[in-house]
């Protein structure tokens, strides 16, 4: 199977910015489709940002502007460049891996807090 690490979050003001990063623990040959959802208390999860093999792109209209979703095909991590920062983008980020004739995995997911 396929564990994903994730690394980048923490507690930045609002204006801020972070970058979160997502690899998997071992090499992947093929990875159809990358994405980051986000998870607040109380909420569902929902979809970030993602990004396909060819290299289309997907935001959340949340987001659209703030943050960039970017990909290095050569060492399949994603990255999510988020700026502009909200408290209302506090929550938990997953990284999640669409890995062809395996599925989809998710990483255990890491906090990120906007204060105000």
């Known amino acids: 199977q396929v564990q994903l690490v994730e690394s980048g979050g923490g507690l930045v003001q609002a204006g801020g910015s972070l970058r979160l990063s997502c690899a998997p623990s071992r090499s992947i040959f093929s990875i159809n489709y990358m994405g980051w959802y986000r998870q607040a208390p109380g909420k569902q999860r929902e979809l970030v940002a993602a990004?396909?093999?060819?290299?289309?792109?997907n935001y959340a209209d949340s987001v659209k502007g703030r943050f960039t979703i970017s990909r290095d095909n050569a060492k399949n991590t994603v990255n999510l460049q988020m700026n502009r920062l909200k408290p209302e983008d506090t929550a938990v980020y997953y990284c999640n891996a669409v890995v062809a004739l395996l599925g989809s995995f998710w990483g255990q997911g890491t906090q990120v807090t906007v204060s105000s």
């Open positions: 990004i396909i093999s060819g290299g289309t792109t």
